[in-house]
């Protein structure tokens, strides 16, 4: 990912002659130094009156590019990072924020051309060593991105609904597809489905997992809510993941029997004390028993990928630190420790230290592991 850095303008300062000029240096200084204090919120607004002041300067925008990567705006970082572009196209930074973004949102392609681009300018720049780094590593790593594929802050999501032309579906398969999207008809919020029914029990499993407090609580029992920021919060999020397609898949015939087995112990026992079950009652219960049966495998199943993938990830090397890797990441190294370590001074280099790497928002993390 691109250094994110805030520096100065060229000079040091907007035109004097420009009494908005003033304002918006001050600004900019303000913005600055909420930065350093990792004050991103309050950053992004100081960047952004400065931008209303002076929207001609390509530093500002990518200043707050900067800043919405750290707020993970990712895009907004990109189109203000695509803005400072168009006000300097030879601003090598511009292209690195841009590729950082890119990166982010997915868009591999994107952020190797943004890379490259940062090559063409420069290729003895620090900037430009960076990127040769990252070309390597995104071209090396863009066709083995699938077990990521779950954990990706931004990022391209495969719906489960979506048919794959190079698929071969046998027919069950797509019948149980089918089947699986009129179920999840209902997942949303207020459990109404396209026609405005009431599709989903109110006190079931189920309506719990549409429920986003509720869900959180089922899905990952025992972890405070803090740590969940970045869990999916809902049902539909966590159908998005494309980990889940098959095993979701596997689920249906299973769900089926089960909600098969409910109904007709219901219809039986009412058929001991004497009431038949009409088949209008009967077409307006299979949905709720449908879900509630899906509801509660969902869980069991939820748990279960979730343990494969922390295995499948713990165990793959590429993720794995290797002080003898001949490449690297460089999304937290600023400009200064890059200089010492590329170019040092007096014509030594390849040795830099860099205080307070990993940033206090690890710390506790690290504490909880």
């Not at 993970?72 to 006000?87: C, F, M, S, T, V």
């Not at 089926?256 to 038949?276: C, D, F, H, P, Y």
């Not at 165990?315 to 190294?333: C, V």
Request: with cysteine; net charge negative.
């Amino acid at each position: 990912m691109a250094d994110l850095i805030v520096e100065a303008k060229a000079d040091g300062s907007f035109d004097a002659s420009d009494p908005s000029g003033d304002l918006a240096e001050s600004l900019r200084q303000q913005g600055n130094n909420a930065f350093k204090l990792r004050q991103f919120h309050e950053a992004k607004k100081l960047y952004t009156q400065a931008l209303q002041l002076q929207n001609s300067n390509h530093l500002l925008f990518g200043n707050r590019s900067a800043v919405c990567f750290q707020l993970k705006e990712y895009r907004q970082a990109l189109d203000d990072a695509n803005k400072a572009i168009e006000l300097s196209p030879n601003w090598a930074k511009a292209y690195l924020r841009k590729a950082a973004a890119c990166e982010s949102l997915q868009l591999l392609s994107e952020a190797i051309a943004a890379y490259e681009k940062v090559l063409r300018l420069d290729d003895k720049s620090p900037e430009a060593k960076k990127a040769a780094t990252k070309v390597k590593f995104l071209k090396r790593n863009i066709d083995k991105n699938a077990v990521k594929k779950g954990f990706l802050s931004g990022k391209a999501k495969s719906s489960i609904y979506s048919e794959k032309e190079d698929l071969d579906q046998d027919t069950t398969q797509r019948s149980w597809k089918l089947m699986l999207k009129k179920l999840l008809d209902g997942c949303n919020k207020r459990g109404i489905n396209s026609q405005g029914e009431s599709v989903v029990l109110d006190d079931g499993v189920f309506a719990k997992l549409l429920d986003e407090d509720e869900f959180q609580r089922l899905i990952y029992p025992g972890i405070p809510m803090e740590q969940l920021v970045h869990a999916p919060k809902n049902l539909q999020m966590l159908l998005e993941d494309p980990w889940y397609e098959q095993e979701l898949l596997g689920l249906m015939p299973k769900v089926q029997t089960k909600a098969s087995s409910v109904l007709n112990n219901v219809k039986k026992r009412g058929a001991e004390q004497g009431e038949i079950m009409d088949l209008v009652t009967e077409r307006m219960l299979l949905p709720q028993v449908l879900q509630e049966a899906f509801g509660r495998e969902v869980l069991a199943m939820v748990h279960r990928v979730n343990y494969q993938k922390h295995v499948k990830l713990a165990n793959d090397d590429r993720l794995l630190a290797d002080p003898n890797s001949d490449f690297a990441t460089w999304d937290q190294l600023s400009d200064e420790f890059l200089d010492e370590l590329l170019v040092g001074k007096n014509g030594v280099c390849g040795v830099a230290v860099m205080d307070e790497f990993m940033g206090e928002e690890w710390t506790q993390l690290l504490l909880n592991d």
